[in-house]
């Protein structure tokens, strides 16, 4: 694997882990009263479009790190509804 992939990886990694605490902070406390509904459809929207780059270009990084944070983020979503 070349090194740039490998960084790739290890970015995505940090990235996508980030909205992990948020998403569990929803789930846990059944509240998303301060989370922007607009924010979260716009961010899923460029998710599925950086997939569909990462695919195109065949990169390993970019399909996972896109990918994982658009089911984050669809959690996110259901989430905002089901707890209005």
């Not at 490998?6 to 980030?18: E, H, V």
């Not at 990462?54 to 896109?66: D, E, F, Q, V």
């Amino acid at each position: 694997m070349p090194t740039i992939e490998l960084i790739g990886l290890i970015a995505a990694t940090l990235t996508t882990s980030a909205f992990v605490p948020q998403v569990y902070k929803a789930f846990k406390n059944k509240s998303t009263a301060d989370i922007s509904m607009t924010m979260y459809a716009v961010l899923l929207a460029g998710l599925i479009l950086w997939t569909v780059y990462g695919i195109y270009h065949k990169s390993l990084a970019i399909i996972l790190a896109n990918t994982i944070t658009g089911a984050l983020a669809i959690v996110m979503i259901i989430l905002k509804i089901k707890h209005k």
